[in-house]
């Protein structure tokens, strides 16, 4: 293809501003051969409408080709796919590419492409597509293959994000609400004849409201509220009186009591306070269940590894799932694979990456009989390894299934430590009042109030303003692209009071690099190495063209590229060199530490290009407005930027970290009873992720891999951190004040309670009108202090 | 008066009526996916095949 020039031309396909050379097909510019391909296909089938919908919808496909031959072996796809008959297959993608409505659109039109597929369709914000196609038309593989090269490749990992069915109990919840909601309904239409005082006329109808409310009591009582007497007496069993305690012993009493009054005719009975009662405290807990479809927050290194690697066997290749791999297996891994056990290098010329495993950021290399540990990705050439453990075994993955990790952290939320006291002081007073009345022998009156004060005494308002507040807080922290595992994390935020940081990919970003070159270039030397640079796909070639800004690029003879090395070529008849210090001759007096480019021309040394990690924006700040808390910075990378970092870590600053090693860091500093906040980005921070109270894991992208933890902060939100904490402790203060309001209600609730004289119709008005007036102020609160911490609240 | 049994009657075989069908309509998946749907009906029909 002949040598394009430099325009500010935009791809057709993705968007993305033409650098390199520039592609032409149909009369219009691609970015890349990927790109142009994708347009090769759907312009070939009538598939164009695609770029009708949506400007550029297309994403840079990437060039790493990937394997899919394990997707021909029967036995490693049966977990994957959803039903299979005799003639068809269905199986649910996960896509992370699908982002607007061209996607759904070609998405949901793959028959066109194959007539061997039947039936495609799209769930948008789970970005899961699922397909029926004929097995014998077009196979498994075959049709991964055809979405990968129309630019949507679905992720497959061994923890199929599919498989999880988080939809059942949210389903049920919503079935419960209904049920509750039509009881509510119903029971407050045949009370209003009671509220509003029935004629001498109408008496003979009294019986009959009464009971058909009882009738909707039961519902109400045995289906919708079963999970609050199961998870009271699950609590009580293990001798913990938690929030739901108090609140099924309300539904138990107030149902007993309607039943007693109704079947003996002395009254109207509480149908109407008890389905009203259910119905919130439903609301509540579905306000509460907020999943992020795109995310998940419990991954572990099955979501990263391969489903499967291409183990030699007599010679001859073949795909094995990764946990039937054994100890003595040949494996063959390609450029850009992942090692899933630990091995021995016994061909080939090994550069293993482990930037994600350990936070180093430069390739290693490794030799012939060398150990490499499980997680690193081979850069360069094809090499083999015989496995000396198994996957379960290795050394990632032996972290992962330590055993610290099985104890779960059991959080004492503030409902729960506060539900004790509220019920032992509501006993109190019903008991006090039962024996004043019981003294007074007016034993009518004493069980009318022993049932009365425990009816309005109700902590169904602590159970509503809690979900509420933080499910605001939740939804604001969205906006912020701050996303949190659940309700409860908001309260373990509050609490922390020490944060950990790791360096590659949490505080400098992982993509962006800052390229300076030491020595002189004219603007001639700038255009060759240009030139030079633009037939490489490594990314520091990529990044040096951008730092040059040439236009007006020659053509290269002899371009040579040695993987994990360097280039060569000649531009002009001048023979360029350019690569690490080993690849260039006159580079052999500096130093090859550091990650630098070095550039010959002609046998002359001519300097080199130094690449740095750019930290993330507003670091600086971020630091100084966390100057009161113990910060921590633990790296396991090398001590190159410790100058740097030195002001803003004066004492706990350590690099060259193991995974293990930054664990042990978080005991210890739980163990001095700091409340420990961990942000980290890799495999390597895994380990701290979990141990720590308060784990955020750091990305760029939220659809690519980030380990299990309590939330995901995208990078660039960074620097919010400070606000997102303060913004948590006042959700917190919030739920307190709500609760002192909670209870002056109470307290006029108790006033008519210990009297006896608690009316039916004071119940029913006391219960939501203390509701409403709790829920707009959790609501306003949270909004103003959302606007003091300077928060977007629109997306 | 007594008309207002029947009317009950029939007030509560309703609810239950759309009660069924709101968990009918809930098992049938109808509303696993909000989102899609109002993205799929802007989508022009395919132009027939010349």
């Known amino acids: ?795 | 008066m007594s008309i207002i049994y029947f009317l009950i009657g029939c007030s509560i075989v309703i609810a239950l009526v759309f009660l069924a069908a709101f968990f009918w309509a809930m098992r049938n998946g109808q509303n696993d996916d909000m989102q899609t749907p109002a993205m799929r009906i802007l989508f022009d029909d395919d132009k027939p095949e010349s």
């Open chain 1, 1 to 795: 293809m002949a040598a394009g020039t430099l325009t500010e031309t935009s791809c057709y396909h993705c968007g993305t501003e033409i650098t390199n050379k520039k592609y032409i097909y149909d009369d219009k510019a691609f970015c890349c051969a990927g790109c142009q391909s994708v347009y090769q296909v759907l312009s070939v089938n009538n598939l164009c409408d695609y770029y009708r919908y949506n400007d550029t919808p297309g994403q840079t496909k990437s060039n790493q080709p990937q394997q899919f031959a394990y997707l021909d072996e029967e036995r490693i796809t049966a977990d994957l796919i959803d039903y299979k008959d005799e003639t068809l297959t269905v199986i649910t993608f996960y896509i992370p590419g699908i982002h607007c409505s061209s996607c759904i659109w070609l998405l949901e039109h793959l028959h066109k492409l194959n007539a061997g597929v039947v039936h495609s369709r799209i769930d948008f914000l789970k970005k899961q597509v699922s397909v029926t196609f004929k097995h014998h038309e077009i196979s498994l593989r075959q049709l991964v293959v055809l979405l990968a090269s129309i630019g949507y490749e679905p992720l497959i990992s061994l923890q199929d994000v599919v498989k999880e069915k988080q939809g059942s109990v949210n389903r049920q919840l919503i079935q419960k609400i209904a049920v509750a909601g039509l009881c509510m309904g119903n029971v407050m239409l045949f009370s209003f004849p009671e509220y509003f005082g029935l004629s001498e006329f109408e008496q003979q109808y009294r019986s009959l409201f009464g009971w058909l409310n009882l009738a909707f009591a039961f519902p109400a009582t045995f289906y919708c509220s079963r999970e609050f007497f199961t998870s009271a007496w699950s609590g009580l069993k293990n001798k913990l009186v938690n929030l739901d305690a108090p609140l099924a012993l309300i539904i138990a009493v107030l149902f007993c009591r309607t039943v007693f009054e109704i079947t003996t005719q002395t009254g109207a009975g509480f149908s109407d306070t008890l389905t009203g009662l259910i119905f919130l405290l439903l609301m509540g807990r579905w306000v509460k269940q907020r999943t992020y479809y795109q995310l998940s927050f419990e991954r572990d290194y099955r979501s990263y590894f391969p489903v499967a690697v291409t183990v030699l066997k007599n010679k001859e290749e073949k795909c094995v799932a990764i946990s039937e791999l054994s100890i003595g297996d040949r494996v063959f891994i390609r450029n850009n694979e992942i090692l899933p056990a630990d091995g021995i290098l016994m061909q080939g010329e090994g550069f293993f990456d482990f930037s994600f495993v350990t936070g180093e950021s430069e390739p290693v290399k490794k030799v012939l009989g060398e150990i490499v540990y499980a997680g690193g990705r081979q850069v360069g050439e094809a090499v083999e390894l015989e496995i000396i453990k198994p996957v379960s075994q290795s050394y990632l993955t032996s972290l992962w299934n330590n055993e610290t990790f099985i104890n779960k952290k059991s959080i004492l939320t503030f409902n729960d430590s506060i539900a004790k006291y509220f019920s032992l002081i509501t006993f109190i007073i019903a008991i006090s009042a039962a024996a004043f009345w019981v003294y007074s022998s007016d034993i009518a009156k004493a069980w009318a109030s022993f049932t009365a004060v425990l009816i309005v005494a109700c902590p169904c308002v602590l159970s509503l303003s809690t979900p509420f507040t933080l499910s605001a807080v939740l939804s604001i922290f969205d906006k912020n692209r701050f996303y949190l595992k659940n309700t409860d994390a908001v309260e373990q935020l509050a609490q922390t009071d020490t944060i950990v940081f790791d360096k590659t990919g949490t505080i400098t970003a992982p993509d962006a690099l800052n390229i300076s070159f030491t020595g002189t270039l004219s603007y001639e030397d700038k255009v060759m190495v240009a030139s030079l640079a633009r037939n490489s796909a490594h990314p520091l070639s990529r990044e040096i063209i951008k730092w040059l800004m040439t236009d007006n690029l020659r053509h290269v003879y002899n371009f040579k590229e040695v993987v994990g090395k360097g280039l060569s070529g000649y531009v002009n008849n001048r023979f360029i060199l350019m690569g690490s210090a080993s690849f260039v001759p006159s580079a052999k007096s500096f130093n090859k530490n550091t990650s630098s480019v070095h550039l010959e021309v002609d046998g002359d040394y001519k300097g080199y290009f130094t690449v740095h990690h750019q930290w993330r924006d507003g670091l600086g700040s971020l630091f100084k407005s966390l100057s009161g808390w113990g910060l921590h910075l633990l790296s396991g990378d090398n001590e190159a930027d410790k100058g740097n970092l030195a002001m803003f870590f004066p004492k706990n600053i350590f690099f060259r970290q193991s995974p293990q090693a930054k664990l042990n860091y978080i005991k210890d500093l739980q163990l001095q009873n700091h409340k420990v906040m961990m942000c980290g980005d890799g495999l390597n921070d895994a380990g701290a992720l979990k141990q720590s109270d308060f784990g955020i894991a750091i990305t760029d992208n939220i659809n690519n891999f980030s380990p299990a933890c309590d939330a995901v902060l995208q990078g660039e939100s960074l620097k919010l951190l400070p606000k997102f904490i303060s913004l948590a402790r006042e959700a917190m203060k919030t739920i307190k004040i709500s609760f002192a309001i909670a209870s002056a209600y109470n307290l006029v609730g108790v006033y008519f309670a210990v009297q006896g004289t608690l009316s039916p119709l004071t119940a029913a008005v006391l219960m939501p009108l203390s509701t409403v007036t709790i829920l707009s102020f959790t609501t306003l609160s949270t909004k103003y202090f959302a606007r003091k911490n300077q928060l977007t609240l629109k997306k």
